[in-house]
């Protein structure tokens, strides 16, 4: 992938940088050295936590990606077959400018960030996720919303010639998703198209995904396809499945338990056996940034 100043994603952070980042900036001469690295450092976000990244590795070796399989390596072993480019997303119901863009048109004149950002899966494990991506407020105000709009509907790509799971029928598909307009409008929710100064590995959503950080990892979608703005609450992928476990909107409570398991604490991938669980936070700790968006809403109901 380029971009549209010429640059590709390696000339922006080469990984082994990246991998390196905390020894780099022990040095100071090898952060003047390093050009590349300081481009990224121009990038970085208010909204990122200064938590340690889990390893490129972790992130993409433990993923949910039910398109290549229920199994978390099934989408690193499976992916491979997945090709992402071209990718266009189609644009469509209450919006000005509806229509088919390509990805490479999208991504003309977008500013990316590096957003550091927990993630919290619903089955309770989290992870440390250095993204790239843009804000999704950015895409939606380009194609001009209108006021009838209430929510945001995201689908993934069906493509089961490349997609063993979607071939054996795990899920309905596509693979479906919503926000309410505010929420989608709020500076965390991104799209991302890296993670780590690469392009988005296929198993983590290639080659541009959804990251709403304050809700379970499952609104998260993958390799999105078509972005609708809807009157109406949109049918999402988990909630078809089943309502009683999954609700719309899905925001991380330690006080909302899983009907099977409790939600009060979570486990680091990549912590160590020794380490314990941690508590799980409200909001996922981004509650300064969104709990204003629930003021009213009875979260224990309306989960
Ligand atoms: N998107 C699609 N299309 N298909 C999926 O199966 N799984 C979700 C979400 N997005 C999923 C998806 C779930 S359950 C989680 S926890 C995250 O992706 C996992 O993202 P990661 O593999 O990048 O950690």
Redesign the pocket.
Known sequence: MKFSNGLKWSDVTPRADWLNRRQLIASAAALLATPALAKIEAAKSIYSTDEEPNTFDQ?TSY?????FGYDKAD?ARYSSRFTVDPWSIQIDGLVDKPGTYDLSDILKGVALEERIYR?R???AWS?IVPWIGFELKTLLDRVGVQSSAKYVAFE?IVRPEEMPGQEAGLLNWP?REGLRLDEAMNPLTILATGLYGEPMPK???API?LVVPWKY??K????IVRISLVADQPKTTWQMQNAREYGFYSNVNPKVDHPRWSQASERRVGAGIFAGRQDTLMFNGYADQVAALYAGQDLAKDY
């Open positions: 992130i993923n949910n990606f039910y398109e989408p993630f899966c619903v089955e992870m993934t693979y198993q983590n959503g995904r990892g499952f998260s979608i993958k390799s």
